[in-house]
């Protein structure tokens, strides 16, 4: 599996960006999928997954309310709406996929995911 991941730039802060991963495989119905980010000087950190058969999904508490994950199952993309953006939300962003595991369960298996996309940078200016 191969995970593109698309859409970062430079916003200000309230702003509004759409993050889009393009997968190569085929993801099962018990497959999750995700989004993490790294800010500089910091370690990797969970923001949102989604389930890709049941469409769950699961936020950490920094994003809640303000970014939202979705899926195209047809296109097998996968999206980030980031809304109400802040300074904090500067980080490269990064896609992964999880098989056999929720969306919730993928949000504490960082050291676990089965397949990572390249990043993309998304900086938010104060």
């Known amino acids: 599996v191969q995970l593109q991941a698309s859409g970062g730039g430079l916003v200000q802060a309230g702003g509004s960006l759409r993050l889009s991963c393009v997968a190569s495989?085929?993801?099962?119905?018990?497959?999750?999928r995700g989004w993490f980010r790294q800010a500089p000087g910091k370690e990797r950190e969970f923001v949102a997954a989604v389930n890709w058969g049941g469409g769950r999904t699961y936020y950490a508490d920094s994003v809640k309310g303000r970014f939202t994950i979705s899926r195209d199952s047809a296109k097998n993309t996968m999206y980030l709406q980031m809304n109400s953006l802040k300074p904090e939300d500067t980080a490269v962003y990064y896609c992964?996929?999880?098989?056999?595991?929720?969306?919730?369960?993928?949000?504490?298996?960082?050291?676990?995911?089965?397949?990572w996309g390249q990043g993309t940078l998304v900086t938010v200016s104060s």
């Open positions: 992964g996929e999880k098989r056999g595991h929720s969306a919730q369960a993928m949000s504490m298996m960082l050291k676990h995911i089965d397949y």
């Open positions: 495989g085929r993801a099962f119905s018990s497959t999750s």
